[in-house]
């Protein structure tokens, strides 16, 4: 990436964009090559889930994410380039494409701030390949034409824009003149036009307005017999851990719309991953995920095992009495184990060697207590978030182990394509940095229909009612988002 020491603050006019633009369109014709021009600016503190809620249209891609209780979000719409892949080798397919396109990119502003920069936000199915009919391919990558993050008091505006050698200048310059002076004096209150002062009509419904959905419902599958018949092949040692899903269709009395419903996630659950994600293709996925998959800044890695839960209590007393009764559980302690055995396998041969405590804590959610073991590397100067992401995903607190084992049977016994369902989703940034959050406790929306997903780890000792029990547990947060 080419970073280049001009200040769009200091050259703010709309003349001196369109020469700024001149310059990288000449320098695409020179390459015969396409640039990403990216700007960054340092604004006014913004909401980026209201900045997206201004510009989100059912038929562009999105991105959101946010952890509120560590005061950062990010959120991009639009698409100034993107990227599908299939197969073994999506992830890799991935970080190539990334690769070209950074060699290619030209960056300008405030790119060393938090979230400054071009990022390119991903999400990869759970399964190597997409069954006909699913509405998201196995990977997908764009970077966004918009894009907004806070981290902490600092918030970043990012335009992204594709520069090709015939490029029509004038159109792009206004383009992001229009969006910079947008992000630069937001207006919650007139939030009802794109960033380029198109007016879009925004229902009640879009402001959490109005009266609630009614839902009915139906389940796809009988779930105490899957669990059973995995009770089986376990006995007979096919594999020792294999995690089930549930999926429940809903209907619903109104059209439903992802991002009123991801700020009921974000209030609920503010040490989750809130997120939604849309291909442009009209279903959203969305969530409040508990689980990071990895992370990356400055060479260190961060991931985690989350495996193992109980309920929480409704009095202290029982809440307390709960958390000590997991930490004692053979049967949760063993499935923990697993996933941070299975983390050393897999990071083993990337040269990664993990760092983490002997002994798990419990971590509080607001529905659930969980079994937490953080764990920390430093990487090697070879190894790339992608690397880490395409050894470690899916972990066996979303699929099993042994991994190939249990993923041959999940499609078969769950009955449903899983799709984004326990996937992988985040984002990547220029200098090597990104996160990647598990796509669980999750449902697909699309008009007044939608899909929610939730999944419990059967070792020996589970019991289908058990597991049961413990899918109505987690479906509980995503049903109250949907109801509103």
Known sequence: MTILPINPADNASPEALRAF??????????????????????VDALDPLAVLESIFEPGEPHFYAERPSLATAIAGAEIATAREARGAGRFAAVQDWVDDTLAHTIAVGDVNAPFGGPHFFAGFAFHDEAEPGEPFPAAYAFVPRWQVALAGATTTAVANLLVAPDADLDALAQRVWRAHAKFRSFDYANADCDVGGVPSPRSFAMRGEGTPPTFTSTEAGDYRA????????????????????????????????????????????????????GQGRGPSFIGASPERLVRVSQGRLETEALAGSIRRGASASEDAALAAALLRSEKDVREHRDVIDDIIARLAPLGVT????????????????HLHTP?????????????????????????GSPRAAALARIRDLEGFPRGLYAGALGWLNARGGGEFFVGIRSALIHGSAARAYAGAGIVAGSTPEKEFAETELKFKAMLDALAG
């Open 21 to 42: 633009l001149a310059q990288c369109r000449a320098a695409a014709q020179r390459d015969s090559h396409a640039k990403l021009v990216s700007i960054s600016l340092a």
């Open 375 to 399: 764990v920390q590397a430093v990487l090697p100067e070879s190894v790339r978030l992608l690397d880490v992401l395409a050894a470690m995903h899916p972990t066996p607190a979303v699929g």
């Open 226 to 277: 899957a669990v059973a018949r995995a009770l089986e092949c376990i006995a007979d040692g096919e594999f020792r851990k294999i995690v089930l899903a549930r999926a429940l269709d809903l209907a619903a009395s109104a059209p439903l719309h992802p991002l009123p419903m991801l700020n009921g996630l974000r209030q609920r659950f503010p040490d989750c991953y809130a997120f939604s994600f």
């Open 354 to 369: 993990p760092d983490f405590p002997a002994q798990p804590q419990i971590r509080r959610f607001a529905n659930v207590h």
